[in-house]
């Protein structure tokens, strides 16, 4: 399907450093999108109306597939606008591809990012709104290849907040190299984007209208029979099933029909739009 088919609309708020990874994406691969803008905080009837119950941002929507976790985000924007040159090493060396799936898992996975959370809300005069700490009490139960992405998201969000680390042991004049490379990828991106068009800024109304008016990937879905989630919770496509994130925000369930389970995603379609909602096998 033509990319008009099926536009591109990004949830998310300023500041977050998940969304600043997908914004850098979109920037470097030179896809054009719109964002609908997100309260920090929970509720987000935006998303709500669309029947998601998913708490975190960002969240991608590809036409009527709406796409949850950043990871997945990027893996569903690398099949997408194929005329572009694509970011990941799949067409590198093992030795690159290794290291793009070390980074992805170090910087989630591997506590990277909650580390930098802890550096910065501990200083942060956010945690004295108690809004923000009841809302994240309940959560918290070459240049530029995917590789750079998936491993500076975090760092760039540390190294931008003032005073968050002691500068005689965490600076630029400690780690030049470091600085250096965080910085180029910025400036990249950066560029890049401002060579986009500027993304129009859609109402949460105005974006559930384009979705639910727009076209479906049109993949083939199928449930798994032989995938041991299936098995052990039986199954079955049609199925009205919940999903949500077993790390954190795990109060959040979306609910829907399943429409395909395989090792790398589940797909959902809400009840409320019959929007197909896609998500990691690792995120549930």
């Known amino acids: 399907m033509s990319v008009p088919d099926r536009p591109v609309i990004l949830f998310h708020y300023p500041g977050s450093p998940y969304s600043k990874k997908v914004l850098w994406y979109l920037a470097l691969r030179g ?42 985000i990027l893996q569903k924007l690398e099949d997408f606008a194929p005329e572009k040159p694509r970011l990941a090493a799949e067409s590198q060396s093992p030795e690159h591809r290794l290291i ?25 005069p956010i945690l004295n709104d108690p809004r923000f700490v009841q809302d ?29 680390l002691p500068e005689d ?22 560029a890049a984007g401002n060579a986009l068009p500027k993304p129009q800024t859609l109402s949460g ?11 479906f990937e049109g993949g083939v879905y199928r449930v798994q029979e032989n995938d041991e989630v299936v098995r052990s919770q039986a199954l079955e496509e049609e199925q009205l099933v919940k999903v949500w994130p077993f790390d954190s925000g795990s109060a ?9 389970l395989n090792d790398d995603e589940v797909i959902v379609e809400t009840l409320e739009t019959e929007t197909l909602i896609y998500t990691q096998v690792e995120d549930i």
Not at 101 to 117: C, E, I, K, N, P
Not at 147 to 156: G, R, S, T, Y
Not at 207 to 214: F, L, N, R, V
């Open 100 to 124: 793009e799936r070390l980074f992805d898992s170090l910087s989630t996975d591997g506590g990277l990012f909650r580390h930098v959370a802890c550096i910065l809300l501990a200083s942060s």
């Open 169 to 190: 042991q965490v600076s630029a004049r400690v780690f030049p190299k470091v600085y250096a490379w965080v910085e180029r990828l910025d400036a990249a991106a950066n």
């Open 205 to 215: 109304e105005q974006a559930a209208g384009i979705i639910s008016q727009s076209a």
């Open 31 to 72: 896809i054009p999108y719109s964002q609908c803008i997100q309260p920090h905080i929970l509720p987000r009837p935006d998303l709500l109306n669309l029947g998601i119950q998913y708490r975190r941002i960002p969240v991608l929507s590809i036409g009527r597939d709406v796409h949850l976790d950043s990871r997945l």
């Open 252 to 260: 959040h369930k979306t609910a829907g029909r399943l429409i395909g």
């Open 136 to 164: 994240r009490t309940e959560f918290s139960g070459e240049l530029a290849p995917l590789a750079d992405i998936e491993m500076a998201w975090p760092l760039v969000w540390l190294f931008s907040a003032p005073g968050a």
